[in-house]
């Protein structure tokens, strides 16, 4: 015999007795005493509630059904996600960071240390990908200082050179509120690192602070476009001109949302950002799918080159890999245009602090991974692969991550979310709600006040110096003394891996185009 609870029985009683226990204490406070009429009102206002939600509001079924208990089950869905983050999820299952990974930046960028005791709480089930050590590791004072310049295959007056292989990715003054854009610029410059501005138009907080800024120019082109939405050369080249701007990144496309342009929500568009990106402030602003000049692989090798050319910086472009074949064709218009960007990020599916429509965020693009690999392969099989830069994007939050990325042909990584983390973000997942409750994705004044800025820059730079110590250390047991010498190698890749199967396929089909 199983026990149920019939909570239609339930509800139509809890219906009856509300209104029967606000006459009850009316009588009681007219006939004992005057404070029953405190219960009175109390129940009095919950019998109009109940009414509306049975009898005049349409839109909610279970408040029709159920009346005020109905409510209950809006009440438990809204904190669903945050009763199973603190007490029911596990240390490793959440998504899309667990608990274990956010903990490790937490710790990094407070400056505690993150080592662990008893064991990692990850699977060793050759079911992960691990990074190899070497029988023989390289003294730390034998390991050559990171360094990368971008424009030097090109040989222009204006590289730009890198010291440490992380900067902060793309991430707008509009997506984030100008608190968070101000800690990360400021702790940025201090930890020595570049930041990309995202497509946020003219990046007016980030030239604040005075480091070193990557341009992003959106398709929407805001803060260099033309009112027909073309690139406005003179826009450009006097926003080139500002010292902090280092160089452009021509976004192609984005790992949250490949073949959709930029979006950013009704709700997070101040006046401020409203004249900045020149759009009105009561709808959403959702970008072109491409570049107006951008509609062939020879029409976009030719603007990558105008761009160059306008800037006079180093010139990059961001895309998710879609089609490999794609990719290929476009590397190959390159060469016959003898044109080349000077460094190409990967965003891989996984990247995400961008507002999407789910259906892109969980089903489209290229993973990080395998596309790294194809990217490599293609660059180097053509010959072309010291006439670029490869920058690596997509969850790359914690050092092995990105020391894999680097592996699979990546010279540099980007992050978004894991200086998110560093800031504070708890993974409440509201960033396009305007409600971020520790003030890193929202305008509200009320909300941003919670991210002091100073304190969260100290954060930036902690985390940035957490990574770098892991950096060396990984040099160092992987037997390497010099960056530029990591390769596959050194990855265990067990066969029955997802990245195992796409690479295999991608070596299987890379055979077959050579034999026919």
């Given at each position: 015999m199983s026990a149920s609870v019939d909570?239609?029985?339930?509800?139509?009683?809890?219906?009856?007795?509300?209104?029967?226990?606000?006459?009850?204490?009316?009588?009681?406070?007219?006939?004992?005493?005057?404070?029953?009429?405190?219960?009175t009102v109390v129940f009095l206002i919950l019998t109009?509630?109940?009414?509306?939600?049975?009898?005049?509001?349409?839109?909610?079924?279970?408040?029709?059904?159920?009346?005020?208990?109905?409510?209950a089950r809006y009440i438990l869905e809204s904190v669903g996600p945050e009763m199973r983050q603190y007490l029911f999820a596990s240390d490793t299952e959440e998504r899309p960071?667990?608990?274990?990974?956010?903990?490790?930046?937490?710790?990094?960028?407070?400056?505690?240390?993150?080592?662990?005791?008893?064991?990692?709480?990850?699977?060793?089930?050759?079911?992960?990908?691990?990074?190899?050590?070497?029988?023989?590791?390289?003294?730390?004072?034998?390991?050559?200082?990171?360094?990368?310049?971008?424009?030097?295959?090109?040989?222009?007056?204006?590289?730009?050179?890198?010291?440490?292989?992380?900067?902060?990715?793309?991430?707008s003054y509009g997506a984030l509120g100008v608190n968070a854009v101000k800690a990360l610029s400021r702790g940025a410059?201090?930890?020595?690192?570049?930041?990309?501005?995202?497509?946020?138009?003219?990046?007016?907080?980030?030239?604040?602070?005075?480091?070193?800024?990557?341009?992003?120019?959106?398709?929407?082109?805001?803060?260099?476009?033309?009112?027909?939405?073309?690139?406005?050369?003179?826009?450009?080249?006097?926003?080139?001109?500002?010292p902090s701007i280092k160089m452009i990144e021509v976004k192609l496309s984005q790992g949250a949302k490949p073949g959709k342009g930029g979006l950013l929500p009704k709700e997070k568009i101040s006046k401020e950002i409203s004249e900045l990106r020149g759009v009105p402030m009561n709808r959403d602003v959702v970008s072109p799918?491409?570049?107006?000049?951008?509609?062939?692989k020879k029409s976009t090798v030719a603007f990558?080159?105008?761009?160059?050319?306008?800037?006079?910086?180093?010139?990059?472009?961001?895309?998710?890999?879609?089609?490999?074949?794609?990719?290929?064709?476009?590397?190959?218009?390159?060469?016959l245009q003898d044109v080349f960007p000077d460094y190409i990020a990967i965003d891989g599916a996984e990247g995400g602090t961008g507002a999407a429509p789910k259906a892109f965020m969980d089903g489209y693009g290229m993973p990080l991974m395998p596309a790294l690999y194809s990217v490599n392969n293609i660059l180097t099989e053509l010959g072309?692969?010291?006439?670029?830069?490869?920058?690596?994007?997509?969850?790359?939050?914690?050092?092995?991550?990105?020391?894999?990325?680097?592996?699979?042909?990546?010279?540099?990584?980007?992050?978004?979310?894991?200086?998110?983390?560093?800031?504070?973000?708890?993974?409440?997942?509201?960033?396009?709600?305007?409600?971020?409750?520790?003030?890193?994705?929202?305008?509200?004044?009320?909300?941003?006040?919670?991210?002091?800025?100073e304190d969260k820059a100290k954060r930036i730079v902690n985390y940035v110096n957490g990574l770098e110590?892991?950096?060396?250390?990984?040099?160092?047991?992987s037997g390497i003394r010099d960056a530029k010498d990591i390769n596959i190698d050194q990855l265990y890749i067990p066969n029955d891996t997802a990245l195992a199967d796409q690479i295999e396929y991608l070596l299987e089909k890379h055979q077959s185009s050579l034999i026919s």
């Open positions: 909570l239609h029985k339930i509800s139509k009683f809890a219906n009856l007795a509300i209104p029967s226990l606000a006459g009850l204490f009316f009588l009681g406070g007219h006939f004992v005493s005057f404070y029953f009429h405190f219960l109009i509630v109940n009414l509306f939600y049975m009898f005049v509001q349409k839109k909610h079924a279970i408040l029709r059904n159920f009346g005020i208990l109905g409510q960071f667990s608990r274990v990974e956010r903990s490790d930046i937490y710790r990094k960028s407070k400056g505690v240390d993150s080592a662990s005791s008893f064991g990692s709480q990850l699977n060793f089930d050759n079911s992960e990908i691990k990074v190899r050590h070497s029988m023989y590791p390289s003294d730390k004072e034998d390991i050559v200082q990171f360094s990368l310049t971008f424009g030097e295959e090109r040989g222009i007056e204006q590289t730009f050179t890198i010291r440490k292989p992380y900067m902060v990715s793309a991430m410059k201090m930890a020595g690192i570049a930041m990309n501005t995202g497509e946020g138009g003219i990046p007016k907080y980030h030239m604040e602070e005075g480091g070193d800024l990557i341009f992003q120019m959106g398709t929407a082109k805001f803060g260099v476009r033309n009112e027909d939405g073309t690139l406005n050369d003179e826009k450009l080249k006097k926003l080139a001109a500002e799918a491409h570049h107006k000049e951008c509609v062939c990558i080159k105008h761009v160059q050319d306008v800037s006079e910086l180093p010139v990059g472009i961001k895309l998710c890999v879609g089609l490999t074949s794609e990719f290929r064709q476009l590397v190959e218009e390159m060469m072309v692969r010291d006439r670029t830069k490869i920058i690596a994007a997509g969850k790359l939050i914690n050092s092995s991550q990105q020391f894999m990325a680097l592996a699979l042909g990546a010279d540099a990584i980007y992050s978004a979310r894991g200086f998110m983390l560093a800031l504070g973000c708890i993974q409440s997942m509201l960033c396009g709600s305007n409600t971020c409750p520790v003030g890193i994705t929202t305008h509200d004044p009320d909300l941003q006040r919670g991210l002091v800025v110590h892991d950096f060396y250390e990984m040099l160092a047991a």
